[in-house]
């Protein structure tokens, strides 16, 4: 039985007194994602589990779901989650579909055990008996509220459900009852709900007992009463922005699905992941003369490097996929100079390709580049793009990109990055024991560094800087600050509201990607922010 580990489901509030102390709480969860409407939890234990808060103010819960050419009441046709997906794609032009859950109990061949109702539309159950079955969940997309009722004891479901007025943009689907025993005490799949406040908590585990699932939701302040329990076993499966995240092998058939319809999701919405370094080609190391970006599963994963570009030394950079996964091959790259307000060049290609070094001006040691690539396809599991110098260069055909969308899902368009890679790489300066990296004064701006905490560089302090025959810091600013260990998903600190300058602390040996949003409330004449290892 499991003792650690968390579930699928809907979770709000205030853990309760009586928290049953072998289940996690909130706290023990990490967000994997977080959008105006939803936010996805998930915890480790040994199978990833993951919990699905929904705000109805700001989602919609619908019905997807087939019925058969000749006896449309009482027939429907099963497909797998995935075929689901791209058929509720198909009729989602505004790409509001942001996830997609399994629920409705079935014969296993093309009858629902419980009857729905939705949207006018009426689908008889076969088990009409009122003992297994007496569970309802109710979502109205009307008034955005959401919520459980008891089957009339005195009332056969088919008929009572038949006979009930329901708006057209309401959904009502029968489930059991939390305490009916389906392999009670078997780690299987499990999908639970749980309702508190308008928000809904879905519970989708690929190994939990039924008791687990009831322990967590309770320590999430969710009364048993406002807890259904759905189809379960093979049949748990859940989507995330076309990621399936649980499902079982076998990928089994089911005749319905719950989607999750985001009003605010937009169509081209950018993730930032991950970033690297390439400022010391005379070393042969990570940070030095190659680098590993990491990009999440999901839509438009966006990550970057920093190049840094002398005489002799790293004439082309290969950027290549570390494990040759085709999905992630097609990518949009943009390239800019560290300090310039303007795109050098943006283009979408094919992994992997070979960018050259640009002209080094008179004077000059060398010049520094950044480089974002972003995903175009979306990801079924997490990425690595790998950077690293070569002499020979690898051609791969592009098409030039005019205007090309890297801004954030919040709307921040990233500036250029920074490099602190103290450990790894020897000396000191740029790069190494501080750097600079770019804002852009007129609009919301993400500047990003890399930090890699030593017994020299403990701490790093970030502060605002200008340039005037040198650079200068001073001024203090208000910022969000985002951190997070390069290779994981989930953020240490996620858009902190943050007053600089500030000094943080790291393991020393990690890596770090820190984001720092700036926006145009910021003194312009403060184009820079400045990175200082401290002791």
């Known amino acids: 039985m499991k003792k650690a580990k968390i579930i699928v489901l809907m979770i709000v509030g205030v853990n309760s007194l009586f928290a049953n102390l072998s289940a ?66 198909k009729k989602d032009p505004q790409n509001k579909l942001y996830a997609m859950f399994n629920f409705a109990f079935f014969d296993m061949v093309s009858k629902l ?22 569970k309802f969940i109710k979502f109205s997309n009307i008034n955005n509220t959401s919520f459980i009722l008891d089957a009339p004891s005195n009332e056969k479901p088919n008929s009572w459900l038949e006979n009930m007025s329901i708006h057209t943009e309401e959904e009502i689907i029968g489930g059991k009852s939390i305490y009916k025993n389906i392999n009670e005490s078997s780690d299987t799949g499990r999908t639970f709900v749980g309702i508190k406040n308008n928000k809904i908590y879905l519970y989708s585990s690929q190994n939990a007992t039924r008791q687990y699932a009831i322990d967590v939701l309770s320590n999430f302040g969710i009364n048993e009463e406002n807890m259904i329990q759905g189809d379960g076993g093979g049949s748990s499966q859940f989507i995330v922005n076309g990621v399936k995240l649980v499902g ?74 570390r494990y040759n996964n085709a999905e992630a091959n097609e990518v949009l790259v943009v390239r800019k100079g560290w300090s310039s307000p303007t795109i050098a060049s943006s283009f979408k290609t094919t992994l992997p390709f070979s960018l050259s070094q640009r002209d080094i001006p008179n004077g000059y040691n060398g010049v520094y580049d950044t480089i974002l690539i972003k995903s175009l396809s979306s990801l079924n599991k997490r990425n690595q793009i790998v950077a690293i110098c070569r002499n020979e260069s690898t051609y791969s055909s592009s098409t030039t990109v005019s205007n090309p969308n890297f801004k954030t899902k919040d709307g921040y368009t990233w500036a250029g990055n920074g490099s602190i890679i103290s450990q790894s790489l020897s000396g000191t300066g740029i790069g190494k024991t501080e750097d600079y990296a770019y804002r852009y004064a007129d609009k919301k701006s993400l500047t990003i560094f890399q930090w890699q905490p ?28 985002s951190t997070k260990v390069w290779k994981l998903d989930s953020y240490i600190k996620n858009k902190e509201e943050t007053s600089f300058p500030y000094t943080l602390s790291g393991t020393i040996g990690e890596y770090y990607m820190l984001e720092i949003r700036t926006d145009e409330t910021m003194n312009s004449k403060y184009k820079y922010l400045y990175a200082e290892c401290m002791e």
């Not at 009857?115 to 689908?123: A, E, M, S, V």
């Not at 080609?281 to 990550?303: C, E």
């Not at 017994?455 to 600013?477: E, P, Q, V, W």
Request: proline share 4%.
């Open 248 to 321: 079982h092998p076998e990928n089994r058939k089911i005749p319905h699905t719950f989607g999750v319809y985001l009003d605010n999701l937009s169509q081209n919405i950018n993730t930032f992941n991950g970033t690297g370094s390439i400022v010391a080609t005379d070393q042969s190391t990570i940070g030095g003369n190659q680098d590993i970006v990491a990009l999440q599963a999901g839509d438009a994963s966006m990550g970057s490097f920093q190049w840094y570009q002398e005489e002799g030394s790293c004439p082309n950079l290969l950027i290549t996929n």
């Open 24 to 89: 996690p709480t909130k706290e023990d969860f990490k967000i994997k994602e977080q959008k105006k409407g939803v936010t996805l939890y998930y915890y480790d234990a040994p199978v990833r589990d993951y919990v699905l808060e929904i705000d109805l103010k700001y989602a919609k819960i619908k019905s997807n779901f087939y019925p058969k050419t000749s006896n449309t009441n009482t027939h429907v046709n099963i497909k797998t989650i995935d075929t689901h997906w791209k058929d509720a794609k």
């Open 113 to 134: 055990a419980v009857p729905l109702k939705t949207n006018n539309k009426y689908i008889e159950g076969y088990d009409n008996s009122n003992n297994q079955y007496n």
């Open 454 to 481: 030593s017994s020299r560089c403990k701490k790093l302090k970030i502060s605002a800087s200008y340039y005037d025959d040198g650079f200068h810091t001073g001024m203090n600013f208000n910022g969000k600050l």
